[in-house]
C-alpha cells in the first residue's frame, strides 16, 4: 500500500481534533428552569454553529453569529456547540459531526460553506441546517441572505458627505462576488453624495486567510490614506483591525461593517453597516425552538433593519451634522426612490 502524504495525515489529525473539540468544548446557558416557561420546555436542545475562517473573536461577522446564538440559548435554555475551521475543508466535517450526533440544527456561517452543505444536507434528512450568505436548495436548509447594497449604499453616502479631501476608501478581505457587492453600492453612495469624490479599494487577498490578516489590512489602509483618503470603509472580518489601526494612527476615519464596532476605536469610527447576522441566527433558532422551521431563502435589509447603520455614544457627535440627510437616503431606499446597484444582479 502506498504511503499516506504527511499532508493527508495532518488533515486527518486536524479533522479528528475538530471532532473531539466540538463535544467537548461549548457555550451553555444558564439552567434556569420553571412552570411553563419556554425554558422548561427545550432544555436539553442543543445547537451547532459552524464559524467561519477568523473565528468567534473577529469583532464582526462571526461574533456576531455567536450575539445571536447565546441569546437563543439564554432565551431558550439551549446549549450551543460552536467550531471554528481553520480552512475551508474543515467544513464539510465539522458539519457532518453536528448531523451524525443528531442535532436539530446547524448552523454554517459564510458563503465559503456552501458546498460542504449541499453535500452533507440532501444526507441528513431530519437534521435541519441554515446558513448565511449563501443560497443551498435543500428541503432542509433555510438560506439567509442580507441586502449589503443598501447599507454599503447609506455608509458610501455618509463618506461622500464627510470626506474633507474628495477622496475616501474601502478594504475588502477576500476578494470574492460578495464584498465586490459592498465595494460597487459603497461607490456608488459616495458619488451620489459628492460627485467629485476618488473612491480607492483594495482587497487583502484572494483565499480564506484574507479574513484573518489585520497586518496586511492596514498596510492597505495606509497606502489608502497616502493617497489622500480619510474614510475608509472595511468589509474584511478580523482584517479590518488593522484598519481602524490605521484610522488612529494616521487620525482620520473608519466605517465598520456586521457589528457594531464604534467601541474599537472611539471618535474615530464614523459608524459601523450592521448586517444582523445575530437578528438572523436568533430568528432561525427560535424557528426550530418553536417547531416553525421553514426552509428556503430569507432576505433581511433595511427594511426590516436587517441592515442598519450604528449611532451610539462614540459616534452620535461625529454623525449629527449628517444625521437628518441619511435619514432621507435611508427612506429613499427602502420606498425604492433610490436603488443602490446590485454586483450580484450586474454579472447577470
Same mark, same amino acid.
Given at each position: 500500500?502506498?504511503?499516506?502524504?504527511?499532508?493527508?495525515? %495532518? !488533515?486527518?489529525?486536524?479533522?479528528?481534533?475538530?471532532?473531539?473539540?466540538?463535544?467537548?468544548?461549548?457555550?451553555?446557558?444558564?439552567?434556569?428552569?420553571?412552570?411553563?416557561?419556554?425554558?422548561?420546555?427545550?432544555?436539553?436542545?442543543?445547537?451547532?454553529?459552524? +464559524?467561519?475562517?477568523?473565528?468567534?473573536?473577529? !469583532?464582526?461577522?462571526?461574533?456576531?453569529?455567536?450575539?445571536?446564538?447565546?441569546?437563543?440559548?439564554?432565551?431558550?435554555?439551549?446549549?450551543?456547540?460552536?467550531?471554528?475551521?481553520?480552512?475551508?475543508? $474543515?467544513?464539510?466535517?465539522?458539519?457532518?459531526?453536528?448531523?451524525? !450526533?443528531?442535532?436539530?440544527?446547524?448552523?454554517?456561517?459564510?458563503?465559503?460553506?456552501?458546498? $460542504?452543505?449541499?453535500?452533507?444536507?440532501?444526507?441528513?434528512? *431530519?437534521?435541519?441546517?441554515?446558513?448565511?450568505?449563501?443560497?443551498?436548495?435543500?428541503?432542509?436548509?433555510?438560506?439567509?441572505?442580507?441586502?449589503?447594497?443598501?447599507?454599503?449604499?447609506?455608509?458610501?453616502?455618509?463618506?461622500?458627505?464627510?470626506?474633507?479631501?474628495?477622496?475616501?476608501?474601502?478594504?475588502?478581505?477576500?476578494?470574492?462576488?460578495?464584498?465586490?457587492?459592498?465595494?460597487?453600492?459603497?461607490?456608488?453612495?459616495? =458619488?451620489?453624495?459628492?460627485? =467629485?469624490?476618488?473612491?480607492?479599494?483594495?482587497?487583502?487577498?484572494?483565499?480564506?486567510?484574507?479574513?484573518?490578516?489585520?497586518?496586511?489590512?492596514?498596510?492597505?489602509? +495606509?497606502?489608502?490614506?497616502?493617497?489622500? %483618503?480619510?474614510?475608509?470603509?472595511?468589509?474584511?472580518?478580523?482584517?479590518?483591525?488593522?484598519?481602524?489601526? $490605521?484610522?488612529?494612527?494616521?487620525?482620520?476615519?473608519?466605517?465598520?461593517?456586521?457589528?457594531?464596532?464604534?467601541?474599537?476605536?472611539?471618535?474615530?469610527?464614523?459608524?459601523?453597516? +450592521?448586517?444582523?447576522?445575530?437578528?438572523?441566527?436568533?430568528?432561525?433558532?427560535?424557528?426550530?425552538?418553536?417547531?416553525?422551521?421553514?426552509?428556503?431563502?430569507?432576505?433581511?435589509?433595511?427594511?426590516?433593519?436587517?441592515?442598519?447603520?450604528?449611532?451610539?455614544? *462614540?459616534?452620535?457627535? +461625529?454623525?449629527?451634522?449628517?444625521?437628518?440627510?441619511?435619514?432621507?437616503?435611508?427612506?429613499?431606499?427602502?420606498?425604492?426612490?433610490?436603488?443602490?446597484?446590485?454586483?450580484?444582479?450586474?454579472?447577470?
Amino acid at each position: 500500500m502506498a504511503a499516506l502524504s504527511f499532508k493527508t495525515v %495532518a !488533515r486527518g489529525i486536524v479533522v479528528g481534533a475538530m471532532a473531539i473539540s466540538i463535544f467537548s468544548g461549548c457555550t451553555k446557558a444558564s439552567d434556569s428552569k420553571g412552570g411553563e416557561s419556554p425554558t422548561s420546555k427545550t432544555s436539553g436542545l442543543t445547537i451547532g454553529l459552524v +464559524l467561519d475562517k477568523g473565528g468567534k473573536d473577529d !469583532r464582526s461577522f462571526n461574533t456576531a453569529a455567536v450575539v445571536g446564538s447565546s441569546r437563543a440559548a439564554k432565551e431558550f435554555g439551549l446549549t450551543i456547540k460552536d467550531v471554528e475551521s481553520p480552512d475551508d475543508s $474543515a467544513f464539510e466535517p465539522a458539519l457532518r459531526t453536528f448531523a451524525e !450526533r443528531g442535532l436539530p440544527l446547524v448552523v454554517a456561517i459564510g458563503f465559503g460553506q456552501a458546498d $460542504a452543505l449541499k453535500k452533507v444536507a440532501p444526507q441528513f434528512p *431530519n437534521t435541519k441546517f441554515a446558513i448565511v450568505d449563501a443560497v443551498v436548495e435543500a428541503p432542509n436548509v433555510a438560506s439567509l441572505m442580507f441586502e449589503e447594497q443598501e447599507g454599503s449604499f447609506l455608509v458610501g453616502y455618509l463618506a461622500g458627505l464627510a470626506t474633507k479631501t474628495n477622496a475616501v476608501g474601502f478594504v475588502g478581505g477576500m476578494e470574492v462576488a460578495l464584498i465586490r457587492r459592498f465595494l460597487m453600492a459603497y461607490e456608488a453612495g459616495a =458619488k451620489a453624495a459628492n460627485p =467629485k469624490v476618488k473612491v480607492l479599494n483594495n482587497f487583502v487577498g484572494i483565499t480564506a486567510s484574507a479574513w484573518a490578516n489585520p497586518t496586511r489590512g492596514k498596510e492597505l489602509a +495606509l497606502s489608502q490614506i497616502n493617497q489622500g %483618503a480619510d474614510v475608509i470603509f472595511h468589509a474584511a472580518g478580523a482584517s479590518g483591525m488593522g484598519v481602524f489601526d $490605521a484610522a488612529e494612527e494616521k487620525k482620520v476615519y473608519a466605517i465598520g461593517v456586521d457589528s457594531n464596532q464604534n467601541a474599537i476605536k472611539p471618535g474615530r469610527v464614523l459608524t459601523s453597516m +450592521l448586517k444582523r447576522v445575530d437578528t438572523a441566527v436568533y430568528a432561525v433558532i427560535a424557528e426550530v425552538v418553536k417547531g416553525e422551521f421553514k426552509p428556503g431563502l430569507r432576505s433581511f435589509g433595511l427594511k426590516d433593519k436587517g441592515i442598519d447603520y450604528a449611532v451610539d455614544s *462614540n459616534n452620535e457627535a +461625529l454623525i449629527a451634522p449628517y444625521k437628518t440627510k441619511l435619514e432621507e437616503v435611508r427612506a429613499q431606499i427602502i420606498s425604492g426612490k433610490i436603488v443602490a446597484p446590485d454586483y450580484y444582479k450586474s454579472k447577470k
